[in-house]
Nanobody, 121 residues
Framework: VQLQAFGGGLVQAGGSLRLSCAASGRTFSTYVMAWFRQAPGKEREFVAYISRSGSSTYYADSVKGRFTISRDNAKNTVYLQMNSLKPEDTAVYYC???????????????WGQGTLVTVSS
């Protein structure tokens, strides 16, 4: 599967953005999908994942209550709605996919190219 993330940009603290990740292929619904992020000078970190059907989600503590992951299997797209953004949310955001792995580590087999989110104070 090929992944393309988009929707990043510059936003003020307290604002919102919605990231999208479009996947190629006809088997999107068989992949667990996730979002990770990497801030300047830091390691890539887990943000959220969503099950194949979308019925189950899991978030990093740092974004819980502010970010929402969702997916539309008919559109081969996963989303990350980000509200109440903080300067510390500034990072390149990556979407990832895997046929079997469900977790918070960098074990996903497929990765998008990343989209930059910058939150100004």
């Amino acid at each position: 599967v090929q992944l393309q993330a988009f929707g990043g940009g510059l936003v003020q603290a307290g604002g919102s953005l919605r990231l999208s990740c479009a996947a190629s292929g006809r088997t999107f619904s068989t992949y667990v999908m996730a979002w990770f992020r990497q801030a300047p000078g830091k390691e890539r970190e887990f943000v959220a994942y969503i099950s194949r059907s979308g019925s189950s989600t899991y978030y990093a503590d740092s974004v819980k209550g502010r970010f929402t992951i969702s997916r539309d299997n008919a559109k081969n797209t996963v989303y990350l709605q980000m509200n109440s953004l903080k300067p510390e949310d500034t990072a390149v955001y990556y979407c990832a996919a895997d046929l079997s792995y469900t977790g918070t580590n960098n074990k996903y087999d497929y990765w998008g190219q990343g989209t930059l989110v910058t939150v100004s104070s």
